[in-house]
């Protein structure tokens, strides 16, 4: 291990995988009473990716390491830990991070999976840059991965039209430069407002109050008003204390990648906090809300599309059932 003290932490690769079928606002208009223009008016989204029997979270969060892995020239067994957020994996026990870990052939890695909804990826790396810079790691993977299509009533017109599936993957390693990797981090969660997105199995998983329309176990029930009013409010003040904290002033970031929600939630920060709308990154219209993967997914676009300029900060902010939100400011 390298020295602990005065090192900082350096994104070596990152990588994606995504189900091959595409599910378009035009099919999902096939199934339920809505439209193109509706969802798209609404939220951004024109199509999302849905996952096929054989594929999983363990399946796709192992293709996304694999090619971040590949990126960053590091073997499987280099790493210390693997950390996979999600909500949506086959197998509560073992966690997907212990099969993905014995798939990359990382065998004494720490594996552990991280629920915390959307906000999963960023409290991961967010835990991973303190373990690194500390000196308790040195490499350190964390994917982000759901396949929620098969947690959604696709007869539900309010739920279905949002989530899509897919992974997004990257791995943390130290680097001899202390300015680089996370300069400012938050992660908050308010127990309180968990009624507002949540998977019931069994009766007894449904809150008294929760009333408004017939439950169905075993599928996603969203509050959907509830949650855009504390996601406005939450990416607003995220991003702000970010920029505060950091003495950074808006147009000094190379690039604002929220949590891919609702288009409408991104754009309020925009018109709100007067961000360059060029530098806040959007793919829900070919994702949908991915939750844990969605901010990995963009992140590995940027990276790949050779967009992200070393020295330069990114400003990460994500929001999730729980309810759940995290920030972070990122040297590259
Ligand atoms: N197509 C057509 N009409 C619809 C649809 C649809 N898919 N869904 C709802 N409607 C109708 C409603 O029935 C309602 O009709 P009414 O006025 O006659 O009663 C009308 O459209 C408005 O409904 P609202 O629910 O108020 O629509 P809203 O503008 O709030 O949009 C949405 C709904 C898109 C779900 C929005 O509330 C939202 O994006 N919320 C945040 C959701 C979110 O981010 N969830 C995940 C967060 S956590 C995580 O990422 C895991």
Known sequence: ??????????????????????????????????????????????????????????????DALLKALDRAGIKGEELDMIIVASVSGEMLCPSTAARIGEAVGANDAAVFDLAAACSGFLYGMNLADTMIRCGRADRIAIIGVEVLTRLVDWSDRTVSIIFGDGAGAAVLVADPDPRKGCVHQTMHGDGRLWRTLYHPKVPRDVPDNDTANPIRLGYLRMHGREIYKFAVTRFQQAIHEALERTGLKVDEVQHYICHQSNQRIIESAIEKLRLPPERVYVNIDRYGNTSAASIPICLDELFEAGRVESGKPIVLVAFGAGVTWASCVWNT
Not at 36 to 60: M, N, P, Y
């Open 1 to 62: 291990m390298t020295e602990a003290f005065g090192r900082g932490v350096r994104i070596a690769g990152t990588g994606r995988a995504v189900p091959a079928h595409v599910v378009t606002n035009h099919d999902l208009a096939k199934i339920v009473d809505t439209s193109d223009e509706w969802i798209a008016q609404r939220t951004g989204i024109r199509a999302r990716h849905k996952a096929a029997d054989h594929e999983t979270v363990f399946s796709l969060g192992r």
